[in-house]
């Protein structure tokens, strides 16, 4: 009974800013923005956005994989460090995030400019101009830049429990440093890798100001589109409700495939 007690402010505080803007946006979703009536039509017209909504995907994709593998070795080595070492590596990795996203992202375009600085440089040498804002790329980029530390803490986190003696276990029996890979350090890892994927994936698939920053108006996300419906010239909140709804819809079934892969403790700490 006490229990309940204590949990009672986070019950109210989870209805008032989770249950019920979840509920608008579902009303907004099936409701006519003239009469207020009941209809389909908003997710209907969903459809005519396909190309977009799996650019958003494979974008997404795309970014959560390079975080991953950029990430998962660079977590081995931070577990692996010990004293003032490790804690100036985690500093290092979370660094980027002690800046406003806004700021980061702004960095990015400076550099990424025809006539910034990473152009520039190259024009030293004879190479370029190369067309590097405005593209998929630059895209990609900006996710894994900002989203990169969400992959390493939850990696770093799990490493940190995998014990220096199983590995040399391993190495004692013969196994060489692939087979302790693969046997070890990979199964005892996949808790983090599952909540690291998630934990980028999510996001990025969603983002907006990354896409319009440096990918300009040719790379539209499922993120603009919805802030066009809300905040841009085409005012139409019903129709960004219905967007809305069904890529919740979307990430929550690809987040149930994945977590098939997990148990049902790994999957609690993860939305934890």
Known sequence: MKLKW??????????IFIVVPLLLVA??????????????????????FTPVLMRSIWLAAVATIASLVIAYPLAYIISRSSGSGRRTLLMLAILPMW?????????????????????????????????????????VLGMVYNYLPFMILPLYSIMTKIQNTAIEAAQDLGANWVLVFYRVVLPLSAPG??????????????????????????NLLIGDLIDLQFLGNAYNPNLGSAISLVLMVLI???????????????MEGMLL
């Open 252 to 266: 929550l079934l690809c987040m149930s495939i994945f977590n098939q892969f997990g148990d049902e403790e790994e």
């Open 27 to 48: 009303v907004f979703a099936f409701t006519d923005g003239e009469t207020g009536g009941f209809t389909l039509a908003n997710i209907s017209h969903v459809s005519e």
């Open 6 to 15: 204590t949990a009672s402010p986070y019950i109210v505080w989870m209805i």
């Open 99 to 139: 800046m406003n996203f806004l700021l980061r992202t702004y960095a990015w375009m400076t550099l990424l400019e025809n006539t910034g600085l990473i152009n520039r440089l190259l024009g030293y040498i004879g190479l370029g101009p190369f067309q590097m804002i405005n593209t998929q790329g630059a895209v």
């Open 193 to 218: 890798i599952r909540t690291g994927v998630t934990m980028v994936f999510v996001p990025a698939v969603s983002t907006f100001l990354i896409s319009r920053m440096l990918g300009g108006g040719g």
